[in-house]
C-alpha cells in the first residue's frame, strides 16, 4: 500500500508562504502547552514530568502545594513561609511561559477569518459579519488534491465510529515522550458527537482516494450558546485531528473552512471551539486543575513525583477520601429527574456569561446518554459508562442539587505495572444554595461555597469509589471556591475559548493574573467542552 500520508495536502484560498509552519509543529495539542509551567518546572527539577497535552489533559498538579505543607514545626512553617513565596514565584513565572502569541501577522489563516484580533478593541458585543447568507455560500466542498477525498462520516455505524476512533486513538492526544494517549472509547463518541438534533453531515472525514484510510476529521454539533444577554444559535467545533504524517500541510485550516461551510449552508453563522493553543483571540482562558484519588498509581506511571520532604505515605494519607458519602439524599440520577434537574441546572447557568442554552432533551442526552433506557440500563459500575450524574433529593422529593462528571481514560504505554490511568472530568452541576441572591451576593456566595465543598467532596468519593485515579477541572463555574480546599493542584494546561465571527468583552476564566484562583468573582464560563 502507498504511503497515504505522502502528498501535501493544499490549501485553497489562504495564503500560506510556508515560512509560518515550522514554528507551528509539533502544536501543543488541545487546552495544553509544553512550556513549562509552576508545576512542571518542579518536576525538572526532580524527575521528568510525563503529561498527555490535550485539551483534556490529565496533569499532576501536586508539586506546589504539597511541598508547601511539608513539616508540622514552627521552623517548618517558616519553611513553608519561604516555599509559599517560591510557589507564588513559580506561579508567576508560570504565568509569564504561557505560549508567547505570534503576532497577527503570522497567523495566515486565522487571520483571513471572522474572528477578533489580539489588540482589537471591543466596543460593542456581536456578530462580526453579517452580509452571507446560505445562497452565497457554495454548494460543493473545497478541493482537495486528487490523493485525497471528502468524506462525511456516518455516525449509526459502527465500523466509522470505530475508524475515528482508531484515528484520534493514534494521533488526538499523547504527552511528548509517548507515554500516555488518551482513549476516547466508541460509546463516548457516540455520547459527544451523536446529541439530539446533530447534523449528519457535520462529521466530516479526509480519507486517501486510493485506500480510504481515514486520515483527519473534524466535527460540529448545533447548540445554542447565550453570550451575556443574547443567545445564538451556533456550531460547537471539536475533534480537529490530522493524521500525524499529514502535519504542518495546511489541511487544518481546509478542514475548518469546510466545516464552516456546513455549518453556514444552515444559515448559521456562530460557533464555539476550545484549544490549548493561542489563537486570534480567545474570549475567555481556563486552567486544569487535578485532584489525585489515587496518588500511589499516579505515582508509579511516573504521573505525580513525591515532593520534597514527603514521604509516599504521607501523600497518601493527604489524598484519603472517606469511603462514603456523607449528603442525606444523594443518589444517581434517573431519567425521571430530568424535569427538575432542568430547572435546576437554567436557573443556575442563568448566572454565567457564556453558557449553552439546553433544551431538555438535549440536557437528558448529555446527563443521562442512553443509561436508564430499555437498551442501556442506568448501570452506575457498568464499566463502559461516560458519563455519570448525582442528585441530591431533599426528603420533600425536590431536588437541591446536581453534580457529573464524565470518564476519559488514557492509555500508560511501556509501564511495567499499569497500562491505563482513568480520569474522572468535572461536567455540569448545580445547587439551590445560594440560588435566589446575585452572584455577587456575600451571603449566598458562603452558602454557595459551603454546599460545593461538600457536593464535590462526594463527587470526589463517588469518583474513587467508582474506580478513577484522578478528578480533573477547569477554573470555570464557581470551581475557584473549592478547588483549593478540596486539595486539587494547578495543572499545566490551559483552555482557551473561542467564538468564531462574533467579538464579545472578555469572560473572567476563575483566576488572576498571578495565577491564584479567584474564589471572589469566579469565571463567567459555564461551557463544558469535552
Ligand atoms: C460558523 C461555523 C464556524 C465553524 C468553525 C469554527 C472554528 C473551528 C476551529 C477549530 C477548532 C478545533 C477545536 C479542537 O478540536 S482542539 C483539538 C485540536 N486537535 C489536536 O490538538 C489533535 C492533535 N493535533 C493535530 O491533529 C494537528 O496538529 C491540528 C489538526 C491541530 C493542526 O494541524 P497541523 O498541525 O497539521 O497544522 P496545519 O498546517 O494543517 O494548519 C496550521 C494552521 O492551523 C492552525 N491551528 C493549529 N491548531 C489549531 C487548533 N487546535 N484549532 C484551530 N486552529 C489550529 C494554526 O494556527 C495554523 O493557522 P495559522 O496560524 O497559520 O493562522
Request: some cysteine; proline content about 6%.
Amino acid at each position: 500500500m502507498a504511503d497515504p500520508t505522502e502528498p501535501s495536502v493544499e490549501d485553497h484560498g489562504e495564503s500560506s508562504s510556508g515560512e509560518e509552519d515550522d514554528e507551528l509543529v509539533p502544536h501543543p495539542v488541545g487546552g495544553q502547552t509544553s512550556m513549562s509551567t509552576e508545576n512542571s518546572k518542579l518536576k525538572k527539577k526532580k524527575k521528568k514530568s510525563k503529561k498527555p497535552k490535550a485539551k483534556n489533559a490529565v496533569t499532576d498538579g501536586t508539586g506546589g502545594s504539597d511541598i508547601a505543607i511539608a513539616g508540622n514545626s514552627s521552623s517548618a512553617k517558616a519553611q513553608s513561609t519561604n516555599i509559599r513565596s517560591i510557589e507564588d514565584l513559580l506561579r508567576q513565572l508560570a504565568i509569564q511561559e504561557q505560549p508567547q502569541k505570534k503576532s497577527m501577522d503570522d497567523y495566515k489563516f486565522w487571520k483571513t477569518q471572522p474572528v477578533t484580533t489580539f489588540d482589537e478593541k471591543i466596543d460593542d458585543e456581536g456578530p462580526i459579519e453579517i452580509s452571507k447568507t446560505p445562497d452565497d455560500i457554495p454548494d460543493t466542498p473545497y478541493p482537495l488534491l486528487k490523493e485525497f477525498e471528502w468524506d462525511t462520516m456516518d455516525l449509526s455505524d459502527a465500523d466509522v465510529i470505530k475508524e475515528i476512533f482508531d484515528l484520534l486513538y493514534a494521533n488526538y492526544v499523547e504527552d511528548s515522550d509517548s507515554t500516555f494517549r488518551f482513549n476516547y472509547s466508541r460509546r463516548f463518541l457516540d455520547w459527544a458527537l451523536r446529541a439530539p438534533d446533530f447534523r449528519p453531515d457535520w462529521y466530516i472525514g479526509v480519507r486517501v482516494a486510493g485506500t480510504k484510510k481515514l486520515v483527519a476529521f473534524i466535527s460540529g454539533i448545533p447548540v445554542r450558546l447565550r453570550v451575556r444577554n443574547t443567545t445564538i444559535q451556533s456550531a460547537e467545533v471539536n475533534f480537529l485531528c490530522i493524521h500525524k504524517k499529514l502535519r504542518s500541510k495546511r489541511l487544518a485550516p481546509l478542514l475548518i473552512k469546510e466545516v464552516t461551510r456546513r455549518v453556514n449552508k444552515q444559515d448559521i453563522w456562530q460557533a464555539l471551539y476550545t484549544a490549548g493553543v493561542v489563537l486570534p483571540k480567545p474570549v475567555a482562558t481556563c486552567r486544569y486543575y487535578h485532584r489525585s484519588l489515587n496518588w500511589t498509581k499516579l505515582n508509579e506511571v511516573g504521573f505525580s513525583p513525591l515532593p520534597p520532604g514527603m514521604t509516599k505515605a504521607k501523600m497518601v494519607a493527604k489524598y484519603k477520601l472517606p469511603s462514603s458519602t456523607s449528603l442525606p439524599g444523594l443518589r444517581l440520577m434517573q431519567r425521571e429527574d430530568i424535569g427538575q434537574v432542568y430547572d435546576l441546572l437554567v436557573a443556575y447557568l442563568n448566572k454565567f456569561e457564556l453558557a449553552q442554552v439546553f433544551g431538555r432533551e438535549e440536557l437528558l442526552h448529555w446527563l443521562m446518554h442512553d443509561y436508564g433506557t430499555e437498551s442501556v440500563p442506568n448501570d452506575e459500575n457498568d464499566k463502559e459508562r461516560v458519563v455519570w450524574a448525582y442528585v441530591v433529593e431533599n426528603t420533600e422529593g425536590v431536588i437541591t442539587d446536581l453534580v457529573s462528571f464524565y470518564k476519559l481514560p488514557s492509555t500508560v504505554i511501556g509501564n511495567p505495572v499499569h497500562d491505563n490511568l482513568v480520569a474522572a472530568y468535572e461536567f455540569y452541576y448545580a445547587s439551590t444554595a445560594g440560588l435566589d441572591l446575585p452572584r455577587t451576593d456575600p451571603d449566598g456566595s458562603a452558602m454557595l461555597k459551603s454546599r460545593l465543598l461538600l457536593l464535590f467532596n462526594d463527587a470526589l468519593i463517588l469518583a474513587k469509589n467508582l474506580g478513577f485515579d484522578v478528578f480533573n477541572a477547569l477554573t470555570l463555574l464557581d470551581n475557584p471556591m473549592f478547588l483549593d480546599e478540596l486539595k486539587f493542584g494547578a495543572g499545566d494546561g490551559y483552555l482557551n475559548y473561542y467564538l468564531f465571527n462574533y467579538k464579545a468583552f472578555p469572560i473572567d476564566g476563575g483566576y488572576h493574573e498571578d495565577g491564584k484562583l479567584d474564589a471572589v468573582k469566579r469565571s463567567g464560563v459555564a461551557v463544558v467542552m469535552l
